[in-house]
């Protein structure tokens, strides 16, 4: 066990600079060469249908094009939707890298190829730099023979993997980057650059999403606790914390212009900045006072925290409730509540939460226990880890969709598991007990697959699964969202639809649209859920009022399900099941999506005097 911490500890010196991970990129970028054609062979006909993997990713493509099309930089607000009155909080950098690809191919390829093309792209090199990312981390903490393996690891797990495949262009690839960038820096050799970048890294984030607010916190707290630990980590400290509130000032003016003193709970706003200020003012008193005994270090650090806490509580007493807390009834318990990707993990599937958790729950193991095998600067390192990955997988555990970054951080620990495992299989001298031992360790670093496995013999042999799906294949249903574009080649107009499916809608056809689910947008989600789920002389007066030329849905998708299933007597329901109203008149598709024209009575002729 010695000879091996000392071989680690001179890697991870040997490993220090730029050098080393130039000369490994090689071998990172091969893999990840051979995981992107997988990857996009396996979505190629969704490429080149231009299929979404998310009603976000079609919401993305529509922010950017309009963007090239001339809507200035600092809206970014859709004016397809809801009359043109439809307020987004998404960020434009996410927008900058599609936006530059689409302009330089658009003249070689056109404008749907060049979408195509930076939908390819931009997630794909995100998968590569958070490969090198973690390459980063794993040799930092476990050398350069676990590093290798760790290039390895990221294809399988499975939640990271899914948010920077090919049409994934949300920002939440963009979250997983940056907080693993962030991590990298954080377990760097402690300099004012290091501390610099990440953060930086911490700003962006924070400025793409303020989802990022709570890994920003905890990179920002064990940056602290380090510190407290080992006062020669001070110049690291206030380099981050201060270019994290500087840095996220600059981005705030950039891309909110004249909006940047609107009030907001979902996107940083000057109460969000204010509070980015006092914790750097109070981690910079806790440092000038110097406390000579740990003990103190951590009174002073708490006393920070107080105050940053206290600032918080005081300018942003509104958002207690969170950006979801304030929908309307009807919005927040049949849209928000059925968005599981937003939802708690005990919420999920239990196939499904097992897919997302495993790999973490493996790694808090694996961490632990090289922390405590390490010895000196690799056990300070490993600490700084764990810290991480603990946060982690607590927002995991609140949120599902925070599992991509908990199975990012969980990496390193896995690949250096998976070392110890596969450096115990080359000692067994079967060449059959080998080969099963080694993949064994492969399984056991793996977990989601195992998961993802049992999930679908579970489908198979689930007479309950069966019978449902056998009732799916009985009815004329929509299998996936893009079943709604067949109305794509009626005459331009409103087209009132459901939530989920309008995006893609209006992404891929000439439409406009009513609402989606976005919840900047409160009262149009609310407007139109009552449309589909209350009476149909509701519905009458809620699409006439919209405006709309067109109605249309899906039936089997989750969202048309829910009406038609919890509220049997609602419009939607009615509709479904074959009731014709007289202000409507069917349109035949060709598809199992449903669409109707809506008739508006004739205007009143004047009568003359």
Not at 62 to 67: K, Q, Y
Not at 74 to 95: C, E, I, K, T
Not at 415 to 440: D, E, S, W
Not at 465 to 489: N, P
Request: aromatic share 8%.
């Amino acid at each position: 066990m010695a000879d091996r911490e000392g071989m680690r500890r001179t890697s991870a010196r040997a490993d220090d600079g730029p050098a080393p991970y130039i000369r490994e990129a090689k071998g990172t970028i091969t893999v990840w060469f051979f995981v992107a054609v997988l990857l996009i062979l396996a979505a190629s006909t969704d490429i080149m249908a231009l299929r979404f993997p998310d009603p976000d990713d079609a919401m993305r493509l529509l922010e950017v094009r309009d963007w090239l099309a001339g809507q200035s930089w600092w809206n970014v607000g859709q004016h397809r939707f809801n009359g043109g009155n439809f307020p987004m909080h998404w960020s434009r950098l996410v927008d900058l890298p599609l936006g530059a690809i689409i302009a330089v191919t658009q003249p070689l390829v056109g404008a749907e190829h060049g979408a195509r093309v930076a939908m390819i792209l931009v997630p794909l090199l995100l998968l590569l730099t958070v490969m090198m990312l973690l390459a980063y981390i794993t040799r930092r903490v476990a050398g350069r023979e676990a590093s290798r393996l760790s290039v390895l690891l990221v294809p399988m797990a499975i939640p990271l993997l899914a948010q920077v495949r090919p049409m994934r262009i949300d920002h939440h690839g963009w979250q997983i980057v940056l907080t693993v960038a962030a991590a990298a820096f954080l377990v760097a050799v402690p300099r004012i650059r290091t501390g610099f970048a990440s953060g930086l890294a911490l700003a962006w984030l924070l400025t793409i999403s303020l989802e990022g607010m709570p890994m920003a916190a905890a990179v920002v707290g064990v940056a602290a606790m380090a510190w407290a630990w080992d006062p020669s980590r001070r110049a690291f400290l206030l380099s981050l914390t201060w270019t994290l509130f500087v840095g996220a000032v600059v981005l705030h003016v950039v891309t909110r212009g004249p909006g940047i003193f609107a009030p907001a709970c979902d996107a940083i706003s000057l109460a969000w900045l204010a509070t980015l200020g006092i914790a750097a003012l109070g981690i910079t008193g806790a440092t000038i006072l110097r406390p000579a005994m740990f003990a103190g270090r951590i009174v002073a650090l708490g006393a920070a925290a107080a105050a940053t806490a206290t600032t918080s509580l005081a300018l942003s007493t509104d958002c207690l409730a969170g950006p979801f807390g304030t929908l309307p009834p009807v919005a927040y318990r049949i849209w928000y509540l059925n968005v599981l990707e937003g939802r708690p993990l005990w919420e999920q599937p239990v196939s499904h939460a097992l897919m997302v958790a495993a790999l973490p729950a493996v790694d808090l193991f694996a961490t632990v226990r090289e922390w405590r095998n390490a010895h000196g600067d690799q056990r300070f390192v490993w600490a700084m880890l764990l810290g991480l990955l603990v946060a982690a997988s607590g927002v995991m555990l609140f949120v599902e969709r925070a599992g991509a970054t908990a199975n990012a951080l969980a990496i390193p620990g896995a690949a250096a598991l998976l070392l110890a495992l596969l450096t115990r299989a080359r000692t067994i001298p079967t060449v059959g007990r080998r080969t099963v031992a080694t993949a064994a360790a492969f399984l056991a670093v793996s977990p989601a697959y195992i998961a993802l496995a049992g999930a679908a013999i579970a489908s198979r042999v689930d007479p309950a699964v069966q019978k449902r799906a056998a009732l799916r294949e009985s009815r004329q249903i929509c299998r996936e969202l893009y079943d709604i574009r067949t109305i794509g080649t009626l005459p331009r107009g409103i087209v009132f639809t459901p939530l989920d499916v309008a995006p893609d809608l209006i992404a891929t056809t000439h439409h406009r649209g009513v609402g989606s689910g976005y919840h900047r947008s409160p009262t149009v989600i609310a407007t139109v859920i009552q449309a589909f789920t209350g009476s149909p002389e509701r519905a009458r007066e809620i699409v006439m009022a919209s405006g709309a030329s067109y109605l249309a849905g899906c039936p089997g998708l989750s969202e048309t399900e829910i009406y038609r299933r919890d509220f049997p007597e609602g419009f939607w329901a009615r509709l479904q099941a074959g009731e014709r109203f007289d202000w409507l008149e069917p349109v035949e598709t060709g598809t199992p999506a449903l669409a109707w024209r809506v008739i508006r009575p004739l205007p009143p002729v004047a009568r003359r005097p």
